[in-house]
């Protein structure tokens, strides 16, 4: 981290890149985002609802759909887009998106048309096979691809990622919630949160971690991340549910051990509250999606 609290060790990797057309096929709701992906529109007209906020997809924006939201899709007619899906790391697990705020859209110059089309030419085996986000982004994150075949590849790759995530990125007061300022000492705490889901976390503890008393503690905790403590806690560990129900065969028992729940039935009803399914049929519902598209496509 430098004077300015910018991480100097932020890492990326590309996951997917090309660009595609659309169709009103392209119509999806709730799905989770596993990575983030950024996408530059060029014809057409779309939309998507990250954090059921409604974003028309416009020719000539940029897009940006962070980790570990949910986001539906939905086009009327026909899209022409760009698109990069690709995983974001900072040091000790840290969340980017819970540290740095960031805007969902932005203005694109024709420089930004040129960073797609050079990681498109570097990177020609990028592209999806399937383009249903309720099967790429159970197959990428399981399966990503393979490294860039040079380091000097590998560096111009990341170096264009990032110029493009870095769109999206801003330097004024956070416009989300669980948001943190950048060089905050509360950083420290959310990545022990992250790193320790599966433990029992208390209060008490993370106070002690900042030689804070336990109320003054929660009141600085909202005020930097605009939730308190439990809220932050429960919201990580039902992200951590959603990925394993995905991604894994786990059963709801292990899941619940992997996510620090004490109570089945707890875990079920705010699992419930917040994604409108239960565990079992949030599970069902992307691997029958998952099933069917690749029995059909693959």
Known sequence: ?????????????????ASCELDSSWNYHGLVSHFP????????????????????LEPGKLYLIPSQIPCSYACPESLSQYYLHFTVELTEQLNIFDIYP?????????????????????????????????????????NSPGDNSSISQHIETNGLILQLFSRFLKNDTPANS???????????????????????ISINGLASRLKMSPDHFTRLFRKETGAGPVEYIIQKRIEKAQLLLVVTNLSVNEILVKTGFNSASYFIRIFKTINGLTPLEYRKFHHLLHAKFYSNEL
């Open 1 to 17: 981290m430098n004077s300015f609290g910018i991480p100097i060790d932020l890492k990326v990797k590309l996951l997917n890149v």
């Open 37 to 56: 992906r950024i996408y530059l529109i060029t014809r057409g007209e779309g939309y998507i609802f990250p954090n059921n906020q409604k974003i028309r």
């Open 102 to 142: 960031y805007s969902f859209s932005s203005f694109a110059s024709e420089n930004d048309l040129r960073l797609f089309e050079r990681l498109i030419e570097i990177n020609p085996d990028s592209a999806l096979r399937v383009l249903d986000p309720a099967v790429y982004q159970i197959k990428n994150w399981v």
């Open 178 to 200: 669980f948001t943190t300022k950048p060089g905050s000492r509360f950083n420290e705490i959310l990545a022990f949160i992250r790193n320790n889901l599966e433990k029992e």
